[in-house]
């Protein structure tokens, strides 16, 4: 089947320290996104990647970082500059004007 | 810069009443999009409307796209509690090849047996 793999699903972290986040999906989907979700609120855009080596920021970019290598991949760091990292972070990914097909999100707690 | 905002932000009905939520954009849309999130789940795809007035429907669920293209709402008739989670519009930030939205704060809904 196809779809996104995001991992991991969990993750825990110190302050101060990097982290990476994977997004893998097998849809062929040229485009790629990461969005961050906190409670009460809705989904905020951090990256986009339209293709393969080109990305853009999203609305809340700063103290993120992206990578579009691989048109499967899209992983997405979130560096010590990030002042409240802890979040539920979301890849989704589309093909044109389809809609957005999410990965189960992966849960980082910065502590 | 653009924003889709929507309300009510939290619901509680009993099962068997009806649940609407509304969604406004401060720009005009070429299209809406409808998601809904299980409790510690991911969002998933419900619809989207593209016209002008368009309404449209899924079982127990209606869709409406205002004629403006500026605002929309989800209706559900006769609530289960499999319709527990939150519902989230999205409107697509210009125009653009490429499927890149600004989302909804949601409704989250909780219906009681």
């Known amino acids: 089947d196809g779809g996104i793999t995001q991992s991991p699903k969990y993750l825990f972290r110190k302050e101060g320290q990097n982290v990476t986040l994977s997004c893998e999906q097998n849809?062929?989907?040229?485009?790629m996104y990461w969005y961050r979700q906190d409670p009460g609120q809705g989904l905020r855009l951090i990256y986009y990647?339209?293709?393969?080596?080109?990305?853009q920021k999203g609305d809340i970019a700063e103290g993120y970082s992206v990578s579009r290598e691989k048109k499967e991949s899209f992983p997405l760091t979130v560096t010590s500059a990030q002042k409240n990292p802890t979040a539920f972070y979301l890849c989704?990914?589309?093909?044109?004007?389809?809609?957005?097909?999410f990965g189960n999100g992966t849960r980082l707690t910065v502590t | 810069g653009q924003q889709v905002m929507q309300i009510p932000q939290y619901q509680h009905v009993q099962e068997g009443e009806d649940f609407t939520t509304y969604c406004n954009s401060s720009?005009?849309?070429?299209?809406i999009q409808w998601y809904k999130q299980r409790p510690g789940g991911h969002p998933v795809f419900l619809i989207q409307?593209?016209?002008?007035?368009e309404v449209k429907k899924q079982k127990r669920l209606t869709f409406q796209f205002g004629e403006a293209k500026k605002n929309s709402s989800l209706h559900i008739t006769a609530t289960q509690t499999t319709d527990v989670g939150t519902y989230f519009c999205?409107?697509?930030?210009?125009?653009?090849?490429?499927?890149?939205?600004?989302f909804g704060a949601g409704t989250r809904l909780a219906v009681h047996p």
């Open positions: 849809l062929n989907h040229d485009a």
């Open positions: 409307l593209v016209k002008s007035g």
């Open positions: 720009t005009t849309l070429s299209n």
């Open positions: 989704a990914s589309s093909i044109g004007l389809s809609p957005l097909h």
């Open positions: 999205a409107g697509p930030e210009g125009p653009g090849g490429y499927n890149k939205l600004i």
């Open positions: 990647s339209q293709i393969v080596n080109d990305f």
